[in-house]
């Protein structure tokens, strides 16, 4: 590995550090002066005062926790778990599960005032899932899944911190996603090729397909006329009083966000094997190699905008499911606005694909010859 990709990999590193210290700008300090968030135990349940309304569950249950973290650890508290009739927010906990344990304290002698279990606990499951995930990326592919692994942890820093912040701030959101999108995007391909011809000809061509990308969803939004009020939470921003958000704007942004890893994707697998024509094959010529290119492009697409379509349709399968058990009509299906929304991402992150094949493939040609 040369040593200015060493230099790039500690700078990411340290960068990394930074931002996972930077404040947001939002954090509220006084919600957790009297207000512990800790893990807990649910000791015993008592379900007596519970009332079923056809298919829910409504009143309190009431349970008894041990905290296993904090000060309060090894304290046995009494609890309380309000089920107000709805089916996605309401939760029924049993004996043994773990759960977030939501404690009001004193602030004069520090005694436990009441207690909630707020959610299950699942932060184990999710600190142990990632380890697992980072521990085969790095078995597998070395110093190189060491380096994706960083690039993804910088990729969630910079949307946590930098993106969403933003957002909320009121700052344009198109052109915001664009650049952070942009610069992401140069750190993973640098950081997995490193100052290489391959990585210029995958950068190039991944910039350009965000570029790309960018201007389709700009036009094609504007003609979808899809209310960013299409999408979950949005709503609950301007009742937060957040009322100047350019909601639509932050939903297209989200699908520039979503096309961009397909997009590095193509020009990678593109770079990637023209350079390896090159290496196998130092004589060939830039007219062979770009046609090459467009081979490997052609092989790529068809696969490639079918996985954006399982992958942006598996998260609405529900919404389809009431659709056709209802009996609605194609045409009202197709024109209602969540299903335009999916529509909208997926052939915008589609075309973007079959666009960035060619400049890739066309650049790679330019650059390596």
Request: charged share 15%; aromatic share 12%.
């Amino acid at each position: 590995m040369k040593k200015n990709d060493t230099y790039l990999v500690i700078f990411i590193a340290l960068l990394s550090c930074v931002l996972w210290f930077l404040p947001t700008g939002f954090e509220k300090p006084e919600l957790t002066i009297n207000t512990l968030h800790e893990k807990g135990v649910v000791i015993s349940v008592d379900d007596s005062e519970l009332k079923r309304v056809g298919l829910v569950l409504t009143g309190e249950q009431h349970m008894e926790l041990e905290i296993l973290s904090g000060r309060y650890k090894g304290r046995k508290v009494s609890a309380t778990n309000f089920l107000m009739g709805q089916m996605s927010y309401d939760k029924l906990f049993l004996e043994g599960d773990k759960v977030l344990a939501v404690l009001k304290v004193d602030g004069e002698n520090g005694g436990i005032v009441n207690a909630r279990a707020a959610e299950q606990y699942r932060l184990d499951v999710e600190v142990t899932l990632f380890a697992l995930f980072g521990l085969f990326l790095v078995g597998f592919a070395r110093w190189t899944g060491f380096r994706a692994l960083l690039s993804f942890v910088f990729t969630a820093l910079v949307i946590w911190k930098v993106l969403i912040p933003l957002f909320l701030k009121g700052v344009p959101p198109l052109p915001v996603a664009y650049l952070v999108v942009m610069v992401t995007t140069t750190v993973i391909m640098l950081l997995i090729t490193g100052f290489s011809r391959k990585g210029a000809v995958a950068l190039s061509g991944a910039l350009g397909g965000v570029t790309l990308t960018t201007i389709l969803t700009v036009a094609f939004g504007a003609w979808f006329r899809v209310p960013g009020t299409v999408r979950d939470f949005s709503e609950m921003l301007l009742y937060s009083g957040f009322f100047s958000l350019n909601l639509t704007g932050i939903f297209l942004s989200g699908i520039v966000i979503s096309a961009a890893g397909a997009v590095m994707d193509m020009a990678m697998d593109i770079a990637a094997a023209q350079a390896e024509i090159v290496e196998k094959n130092p004589h060939i010529g830039r007219r062979e190699l770009i046609i090459s290119g467009f081979n490997v492009g052609h092989a790529v697409i068809g696969t490639m905008t079918t996985t954006l379509l399982f992958a942006y349709s598996g998260s609405f399968t529900f919404v389809l499911m009431v659709f056709m058990a209802q009996g609605m009509p194609m045409e009202y299906i197709f024109n209602i606005s969540y299903v335009s929304a999916e529509i909208l991402l997926t052939l915008v992150g589609s075309f973007g694909l079959v666009l960035v094949a060619p400049v890739t493939a066309v650049l790679g040609g330019l650059m390596y010859k």
